[in-house]
């Protein structure tokens, strides 16, 4: 039997843009599958081949009539535009013949060849948007949960990919595109550049180049792309590019470079890399707790962000003259190469450790900080969270501060949790609370440590179910510890200490935590490092968990 299947990607239309094994596959073929107006494209290369084609949703009566035209001892070309393995048949294919029971040893050979999908094609005509991470997204939930389709996108938005959109819009289905516009521009600036492509290099080729706020005034349809770009994607004289991140290394415009290339490979070049020189932060907040510490402690951590700044900002002091924007009508966005970056500041925001009440014109001033760029959520820890554009920081928390907000750091940080006192009237142990936040809250740590404090055995803020639980009762402390708040496998901490004198609490505290934070595992949580390490201060191990067994679940399942 000579029968093969060759699932053949003849790329963007125009011959010129397909691969040699594809032209040669279509013309060793005897019988080419494919959509009508696919065939129509590539008729130059046919000789008298069978020609099998269908309307555009009858891919499986394809794909079957390929396999059996194979299976027959034919050789069968079954075709796709763009890449047969992205959104193509060639996945199609191999199910089909799944579902046949075959198997790559005794069933028709198969060979998927690959082509040049619209992401790239699209791409080289509106410059080099994709020099970065990407994702392709379909919009079209004829075969995918609009559901699913809208979390793809809310990740794609968060996570900063660049982002081709293919099938954006048919007749019919004219929201789906107007809905991602919409999710986007909650992550993504106004001003973002977005490239509409149709019919790349075929006759109707058209190219507009517009922002992510403008893009629903121009014509989108079934064979256009829509390539999104990412936060450092700027236009230049009519192109978009994506930069690939050489700026924060080089000047591009000087012969004679401050750094070698071998010196990528050294950790002290790229101190914001995995394995830079001294221990990463995991803290994601631009707030340090410097003036907190006691002297001779070690410098505050950094997040990527700040260590990637401050190595630019060194080697922009040596340069001669620095780096400048270059000449002509470039609409930087977020200044990617003028050394004002913005990042998403993320924070948790609230009235005050033990104060549950905004006023007024806090929440006024947080909606005008946070602005139509930035969002708010609210958590299940009584704060609301913020992500705000911003290329200051800084400037950001000031602002916040001065009406009385308490700003946080959010990550893999100590955070505060207090009751609110009875609304301030059992305030005796407040202080306690206050001195433990300023000691230690934001302190990066392996994994986010939730200390529960709690003004009295009421205990009604749950400070028992957190990974440190402090309960004031009597004039004194009681203290949980290892305690796990969610899960099907959730438990208590271990009651491990009873009546702690007030002057002895927060020393306690203190010196716990830093055992944790300096012996703790990467991404270990509490529970799991005080059961590894079976003592802390004494206090011995205890398992706390449910005496029946259940399987931990991660989410989703
Ligand atoms: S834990 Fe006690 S002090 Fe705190 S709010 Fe509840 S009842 Fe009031």
Same mark, same amino acid.
């Given at each position: ?116 999908? @619209? ?69 993504? /600036? ?9 019919? @790349? ?97 070690? @410098? /505050? ?116 949790? @207090? ?139």
């Amino acid at each position: 039997m000579s029968g093969k299947i060759m699932v053949v990607g003849f790329g963007p239309g125009d011959v010129k843009h397909m691969t040699y094994r594809a032209k040669e596959a279509l013309e060793e073929s005897d019988v080419i599958v494919g959509y009508k107006t696919y065939v129509d494209l590539i008729r130059p290369f046919l000789n008298g081949q069978e020609i099998i084609s269908t309307g555009m949703t009858e891919e499986v009566s394809r794909a079957q009539a390929a396999v059996k035209k194979a299976e027959e001892g034919k050789k069968v070309a079954v075709i796709s535009s763009g890449d047969a393995g992205l959104y193509g048949m060639a996945g199609l294919v191999y199910e089909v013949l799944i579902a046949k029971g075959w198997r790559e040893e005794t069933g028709v050979p198969v060979e998927i060849i690959p082509g040049i999908s @619209a992401i790239n094609s699209c791409a080289s005509l509106l410059g080099a948007p994709v020099m970065h991470d990407a994702c392709t997204i379909s919009l079209s939930d004829h075969l995918t949960p609009w559901e699913l389709i809208k979390k793809r996108i809310e990740a794609a938005a968060r996570a900063d990919f660049v982002i081709a959109l293919y099938n954006p819009k048919s007749g019919r289905r004219t929201r789906q595109i107007v809905e991602a516009q919409q999710i986007l521009l909650a992550h993504r /600036p106004p001003d973002t550049p977005v490239g509409l492509v149709k019919s @790349a290099y075929r006759q109707r080729q058209h190219v507009v180049l517009t922002t992510l706020k403008e893009m629903l005034e121009y014509e989108i349809g079934m064979l256009t792309t829509v390539i999104i770009g990412n936060s450092t994607t700027f236009v230049y004289d009519g192109k978009m590019i994506t930069p690939r991140g050489y700026q924060r290394k080089y000047t591009l415009d000087r012969e004679k470079q401050l750094l070698a290339p071998h010196e990528r490979l050294r950790p002290e070049a790229e101190p914001w890399a995995l394995n830079g020189p001294e221990k990463p932060a995991q803290a994601k907040a631009p707030e340090t707790k410097s003036a907190e510490k006691k002297a001779g402690e070690q @410098a /505050p951590d950094k997040t990527p962000y700040q260590w990637a700044m401050e190595a630019w900002q060194r080697l922009e002091a040596q340069r001669e003259g620095g780096v400048t924007a270059p000449e002509g009508n470039a609409t930087f966005n977020q200044g990617a190469l003028n050394g004002q970056m913005e990042e998403i500041f993320e924070a948790a925001v609230s009235p005050g450790l033990a104060n549950k009440q905004f006023k007024p014109e806090q929440l006024q001033k947080l909606a005008e900080v946070v602005g139509d760029k930035g969002s708010i959520r609210y958590s299940r820890h009584h704060q609301l969270l913020v992500e705000i554009p911003t290329s200051d920081p800084e400037q950001v928390v000031n602002q916040l501060k001065n009406v009385g907000l308490l700003v946080e750091p959010v990550g893999d940080v100590v955070q505060i949790k @207090a009751c609110d006192f009875c609304d301030g009237e059992k305030f005796d142990s407040i202080p306690y609370a206050e001195e433990l936040h300023k000691r230690l809250g934001g302190l990066a740590v392996p994994k986010t440590l939730k200390i529960g404090f709690n003004g009295c055995g009421m205990a009604c803020y749950g400070a028992v179910n957190d990974d440190i639980g402090i309960v004031y009762r009597k004039g004194r402390f009681d203290l949980f510890l290892g305690g796990k708040n969610i899960s099907r496998t959730a438990h208590p901490g271990q009651p491990v200490a009873e009546g702690i004198p007030p002057e002895e609490l927060v020393d306690l505290i203190e010196r716990i935590v830093r055992f944790y934070a300096e012996e703790g595992h990467p991404n270990e949580r509490f529970h799991k490092f005080f059961k590894r390490v079976k003592e802390i201060e004494g206090f011995k191990y205890q398992d706390m968990r449910p005496p029946i067994t259940v399987e931990p679940m991660v989410c989703g399942d």
